[in-house]
């Protein structure tokens, strides 16, 4: 996958913005997200989305060029103790 880092962060595609547009019109899910990924590489961003969590979902990013996303598939959550032990090793 392509790399799109800036000090800027991540831009984070959350499965919110993939359910209606303001009319209450159901959107194409994959279109959005595809339009979503492009548009953050043309201002310079990477695409974080979330809610990954089964490999389907997973192809379709890796296919659109997201370089990276999260969802429990990727990653189960991780309490605080655990994590801050991850952070000092």
Known sequence: ???HRTARGPAVLGPSSLR?????NPLDPVALLECQVD??????LDALPEGIETP?????????GAAS????LL????GAIT???????
Not at 20 to 24: Q, R
Not at 69 to 72: I, L, N
């Open 20 to 24: 209606t547009d303001t009319g209450g």
């Open 56 to 64: 389907g979902p997973l192809a379709l990013v890796e296919r659109i």
């Open 1 to 3: 996958m392509s790399s």
């Open 75 to 78: 990653g189960r959550p991780l």
């Open 69 to 72: 996303g999260q969802g429990c």
């Open 39 to 44: 548009l953050t590489h043309r201002i310079g």
């Open 83 to 89: 994590f801050g032990g991850l952070q000092r090793a």
